[in-house]
């Protein structure tokens, strides 16, 4: 059945059932004119991300499910990021009349199935037409203590810098997908189409006093450099210590592109990227944080702003500049 | 100079030079991975809403800052009619490689106009491309007393159905831009381009113990019609009641249509609809909005919900059925 044979107030009705069950926890649930949060005592964490058709995704890449998924990922990402726990969300949902009904209610299980899974609140939204294509607006809010936040700014000279996860993946499976290629293999397909924010690691991280953190949607070399341009200060990532999945190796292989060229500038991989000083507690949260089966590395240090941003390898040292995706160009 | 030519860095950096001022409040303001709010110790309120061009808007109805401006007051038009005091907002912007840098601009300036008059901090957001027309979507935050949101559930019979402005103006304006016709009277076109959300007379109508609030984002009828859903009650307008400005007469006449059609049925007004018992704090209330320049009338009565809604005059009464605008028909 296609959205404008069933209308809107039955469609956004069984949106609303979908959501009912993760909105318990609210003062005003989804369905009013807002929802209302209570107090937490804490700080309130704050993000929004837009996913549009043709731009951030094609219908093949994912199942709707998954896309629902993923446009929460992305945002829950941002406030793993600052250390928050994710509380609520909200799902603005575009599409075009003529869009199927199962389509719009799959993606709204896959978002109410994430929320679940990260015990986040789906507190409302907004749905509209399109004139063509789904466009998913989502705003995700989450709580931290007063002051915990952890920020850009804080990367120090001497400070290790790590990246969890193995990155590139994203980039590997968004690659071949472009290039018509069949047989992705699962485990890059499933970091670009069904992305697993950070959460716990990030609150851990937050806890263990990082000093500042980001997540990597652009990319290594993006991504760091704002860590330094907001620290300022410079940084020495070596090459040796660079996670290097061979699935994004053999990939890159396949594309005809030097694997750390994924690994570095590839965006969307939603992994953290963070430094911190020389202490009990860094080491502690690593290793729990591996325990749990992320990847956690030690990729290179902070240095003096002057010094800028390098790779080093062999006793030599490059300039690492960014050639992260420009998405007006 | 078009967005692709300025580049996505250097289009981002200028409007967080646009939102810098307004953001002085936060925590944490626009910049980082998330935003951060202090704790107020007061309840969240907390609400979506998206723009589409082609959609919500045509280019030539309203100036680039009315229209940012609008994005944001439909929004503080919702936490308004929670009774909550807006606090902050972000704006996720999707627009076109080929989009002028300026009109970019002036949609941030007129969202952070209007943040500037309702004291509202932008607390970030997201800019992307899209593959053709302008993307606005925009969340907002204010705080209320823990348990004091005005709900749409709270109508009980006998209370005094109150609606705020001249509605009916928006769509007015919408008929004849529309059909398009030359010559929108001012007070009309500002209706549909530049709504006032009603945040004042929101928040003392909340503290004056009004029983249930909407905004008429989508018309008397359909608005009044979710307060009786959700209150489980029945309405009685008095058709002789009801708000009718001149220039929404003129408009109907020169449209074909029946005046009272535009004020029932017409959408994006965001005006407030109330119910309110019988006491002085809400005649007070009502007092001080219309001092304050703002008209409020008594349109009905909340009735049992057998009654269903229903229109009177001249001592019958006829049904009155919705015939609001369905997004996807």
């Known amino acids: 059945m296609l959205v404008r044979e069933l209308g809107e107030e039955k469609l956004v009705a ?16 989804a369905g009013d004119d807002a929802a209302v949060i209570a107090p937490s005592g804490e700080s309130s964490v704050w993000t929004a991300d837009m996913l549009l058709e043709g731009v951030h995704f094609r219908r093949g890449w994912q199942s709707p499910e998954e896309l629902g998924a993923k446009a929460l990922a992305v945002n829950l990402s941002d406030l793993a990021a600052m250390g928050a726990k994710p509380a609520a969300a909200l799902l603005s949902l575009a599409f075009p009349p003529d869009e199927e ?23 409302g939204g907004d749905t509209c037409r399109s004139q063509s294509g789904l466009v998913l607006g989502v705003s995700a809010m989450g709580t931290v203590e007063e002051g ?17 996860g193995w990155p590139g993946r994203a980039a590997a499976a968004l ?4 290039a018509g290629e069949s047989g992705v293999a699962e485990d890059l397909r499933r970091a670009l189409a069904a992305p697993q924010p ?13 000093t500042a ?15 330094c341009r907001e620290s300022g200060a410079g940084a020495r990532i070596d090459k040796d210590t660079l996670p ?30 963070f430094t911190a000083s020389e202490k009990p507690e ?19 240090k902070v240095t003096e702003p002057e010094k800028g941003m390098v790779l080093a390898a062999d006793g030599h040292e490059d300039t690492l500049s960014v050639k992260a995706f420009e998405h007006f160009k």
């Open 14 to 29: 069984r949106m609303l059932e979908i959501f009912a069950a993760s909105g318990e926890g609210l003062e005003v649930p």
């Open 244 to 273: 290097l999945d061979p699935q994004v190796e053999e990939a890159a292989e396949r594309l005809g592109l030097e694997p750390l060229e994924l690994v570095l500038q590839g965006g969307e991989d939603y992994e953290l990227l």
């Open 101 to 123: 009904v199962e389509t719009v209610l799959a993606l709204c299980r896959g978002f109410a199935g994430a929320a679940a899974g990260f015990t986040v609140a789906v507190a």
């Open 148 to 164: 915990a936040a952890v920020r850009r700014s804080g990367a120090r000279p001497g400070d290790t810098i790590y990246v969890t």
């Open 175 to 178: 690659g071949l997908l472009e």
């Open 282 to 300: 860094t080491r502690e949260a690593v290793d729990r944080i591996k325990k749990e089966s992320l990847n956690v590395t030690a990729i290179g």
């Open 213 to 227: 953190m980001i997540d990597t949607s652009d990319g290594i070399a993006a991504d760091l450099g704002r860590i």
């Open 198 to 210: 950070r959460v716990s690691a990030g609150a851990a991280l937050a806890a263990a006093g990082v």
